[in-house]
């Protein structure tokens, strides 16, 4: 395929001007973020149709649509990567086509996402180019420097995080999360963990933990902060500042610190022995209701019922279960405000098949704690 056709110089010239807007602040930048990247998608599939011998007009005067591209691409069995992503984007295209507003900044970070791992595959396997060479001609180098640092690859890129959380605090909040995910994946592969948790798991101290690895009391309660700030800010429940991404980078060089500190062998024997305890734990359970640690089971139960009881409304928590205690904090409905912090205790009987009768109780300690004007701390 040849870079030189009008269409794909076009089509990078748009994605060029959508990495300058995604690094602005306003509500237009970030619509014109989805528009541009749309456009730019589009104009590339039209180039790769034509490649393939196809014809891009429907009729003299009207060319195909982005389906239509990808109908006679999916003909020619050429494949078009990211497709399930691609069609969100164009959705959401249209959807600003027809009605007022702007994305939000966690919306804009997805498709950017979306957009740049499609372009990147594009050009590899059907131009036979590098992204990053192709798209330094189209952008202005401090664009592109400021986009880069969103992916971060050691200390030193990590640290210009905090930079780019004076603009886009949110942006560089993820961004770090995302490197520090990487971090203790890599780190556990290192010493034979390999099991697969939910996406949230690698970034909570209980993660290390059940693999029997203990963190200082303070850099897992930070750890957990971080966490939990990552959760909020990603379900719109808090926008989160530049001194928040300062405190989440340093938490992180604080964790890279403390891994590097650990003698790798003596780490192994500790995750084994953690291991051989959760299987043996798990035997125990086999028989009854419970397949999974009680804490956990407990979690997810939970969780699930503060998010669908319709008589809690739109009441946001943070929820979390370890040694059996259930400590439940409900947030204030805006900020600045008071938390409102409950605790709760669970027990098992020896075969554990009580565990979902518990959760009945505390559900219905739940209910009266929040419905019902309630001390600050209550203790179950």
């Given at each position: 395929?040849?870079?030189?056709?009008?269409?794909?110089?076009?089509?990078?010239?748009?994605?060029?001007?959508?990495?300058?807007?995604?690094?602005?602040?306003?509500?237009?930048?970030?619509?014109?973020?989805?528009?541009?990247?749309?456009?730019?998608?589009?104009?590339?599939?039209?180039?790769?149709?034509?490649?393939?011998?196809?014809?891009?007009?429907?009729?003299?005067?009207?060319?195909?649509?982005i389906h239509g591209c990808i109908e006679a691409l999916n003909a020619k069995n050429i494949a078009v990567p990211h497709m399930n992503?691609?069609?969100?984007?164009?959705?959401?295209?249209?959807?600003?086509?027809?009605?007022?507003?702007?994305?939000?900044?966690?919306?804009?970070?997805?498709?950017?996402?979306?957009?740049?791992?499609?372009?990147?595959?594009?050009?590899?396997?059907?131009?036979?180019?590098?992204?990053?060479?192709?798209?330094?001609?189209?952008?202005?180098?401090?664009?592109?420097?400021?986009l880069k640092m969103r992916e971060p690859t050691d200390d030193s890129e990590l640290e210009n995080l905090k930079k780019l959380g004076?603009?886009?605090?949110?942006?560089?909040?993820?961004?770090?999360?995302?490197?520090?995910?990487?971090?203790?994946?890599?780190?556990?592969?290192?010493?034979?963990?390999?099991?697969?948790?939910?996406?949230?798991?690698?970034?909570?101290?209980?993660?290390?933990?059940?693999?029997?690895?203990?963190?200082?009391?303070?850099?897992?309660?930070?750890?957990?902060?971080?966490?939990?700030?990552?959760?909020?800010?990603?379900?719109?429940?808090?926008?989160?500042?530049?001194?928040?991404?300062?405190?989440?980078?340093?938490?992180?060089?604080?964790?890279?610190?403390?891994?590097?500190?650990?003698?790798?062998?003596?780490?192994?024997?500790?995750?084994?022995?953690?291991?051989?305890?959760?299987?043996?734990?798990?035997?125990?359970?086999?028989?009854?209701?419970?397949?999974?640690?009680?804490?956990?089971?407990?979690?997810?139960?939970?969780?699930?019922?503060?998010?669908?009881?319709?008589?809690?409304?739109?009441?946001?928590?943070?929820?979390?279960?370890?040694?059996?205690?259930?400590?439940?904090?409900?947030?204030?409905?805006?900020?600045?405000?008071?938390?409102?912090?409950?605790?709760?205790?669970?027990?098992?009987?020896?075969?554990?098949?009580?565990?979902?009768?518990?959760?009945?109780?505390?559900?219905?300690?739940?209910?009266?704690?929040?419905?019902?004007?309630?001390?600050?701390?209550?203790?179950?």
């Open positions: 395929m040849a870079i030189e056709s009008p269409l794909f110089q076009s089509s990078m010239e748009l994605l060029g001007h959508s990495i300058t807007h995604f690094n602005g602040t306003s509500e237009l930048d970030r619509k014109l973020v989805i528009l541009h990247l749309s456009n730019a998608v589009e104009l590339l599939l039209k180039d790769m149709v034509l490649d393939g011998g196809g014809s891009i007009y429907k009729n003299p005067k009207e060319t195909i649509t992503k691609l069609e969100l984007l164009i959705d959401e295209r249209n959807a600003l086509q027809h009605r007022f507003g702007s994305p939000n900044e966690l919306t804009a970070i997805f498709y950017m996402n979306v957009a740049t791992d499609f372009f990147r595959d594009v050009l590899k396997q059907n131009y036979g180019q590098d992204f990053d060479e192709i798209i330094s001609q189209f952008t202005e180098a401090k664009d592109l420097n400021a004076k603009v886009h605090p949110l942006g560089a909040l993820l961004s770090a999360i995302a490197y520090l995910e990487k971090t203790i994946i890599k780190f556990c592969a290192s010493v034979g963990i390999s099991e697969r948790f939910s996406p949230s798991m690698p970034i909570s101290s209980r993660y290390l933990e059940i693999n029997g690895i203990e963190l200082p009391k303070g850099l897992s309660e930070r750890l957990d902060n971080t966490r939990r700030l990552r959760n909020m800010a990603a379900h719109g429940r808090a926008e989160p500042t530049r001194e928040d991404v300062i405190a989440a980078i340093s938490t992180i060089e604080e964790l890279e610190r403390f891994l590097a500190s650990l003698d790798i062998e003596n780490t192994k024997r500790q995750v084994a022995f953690a291991l051989k305890k959760r299987k043996s734990e798990r035997l125990n359970y086999e028989n009854s209701r419970v397949l999974m640690p009680p804490d956990q089971w407990m979690y997810e139960v939970l969780k699930n019922f503060l998010m669908t009881e319709p008589s809690l409304g739109k009441r946001k928590f943070i929820i979390e279960v370890k040694d059996g205690k259930v400590s439940l904090s409900q947030l204030p409905d805006a900020l600045p405000g008071d938390a409102k912090v409950f605790q709760y205790s669970f027990s098992l009987n020896d075969r554990g098949d009580n565990i979902s009768a518990e959760s009945e109780r505390i559900k219905a300690d739940i209910l009266r704690d929040c419905l019902i004007p309630a001390p600050d701390i209550s203790v179950r």
